[in-house]
């Protein structure tokens, strides 16, 4: 049996957050696994790559979108939790289904949320970010409350489901994964 390598790659894209989005700075990294998928522990495989882009930023974050989840977690301390702890950031976790928790219906409105609870606590919000469109779920990561978690996700969404920062990443992933693979 042959031991097959996985590369990880990990895109972070960096916005002003004013009266519009502007992208001020993009960043990559790409490495080898160096932990086994175990559902739950997802932080460990993806985040040294992403340390990897975070250390060529030449701007300082004050919050972090992150493609995954926060406290809405099993053990309350998903990605966003993980890495905002080890940059020290406010993180946000927008992730596109939910993990844990329970939750009502969302009206079809922009701006309209429902709270996710997982044992009996408020772990995050399931939030329309567009009309006739699935919610996405939004989570304190580290240093940062849910109300504010959901003011700068709406800021940040620019008509799409995905906060742009988020979209931006993934497409330059894509981009640069193809780019490796030719």
Known sequence: ?????????????????GKQLE??????????ERFPYIPGLLSFRE??????AFKKLKNDPDVILFDGQGIAHPRHFGL???????????????????????FRSVRNVVGAYSKLCYKNEVVGAVLRTKINTKPIFVSPGHKINLTLAIRIVL????????PEPVRQAHLLVNKVRKEYTQ
């Not at 992208?23 to 080898?32: C, H, L, M, N, P």
């Open 1 to 17: 049996m042959t031991n097959m390598v996985i590369f990880f790659f990990a895109g972070v894209v960096v916005y002003t957050l």
């Open 23 to 32: 992208k001020i700075e993009e960043s990559t990294a790409f490495g080898r």
């Open 80 to 102: 966003a939790s993980h890495v905002g702890l080890i940059l020290d950031r406010r993180a946000i976790g927008c992730a596109k289904s939910r993990l844990v928790g329970e």
């Open 47 to 52: 985040a040294p790559i992403l340390l990897k």
């Open 155 to 162: 800021k940040a969404c620019n008509g799409y489901r995905i």
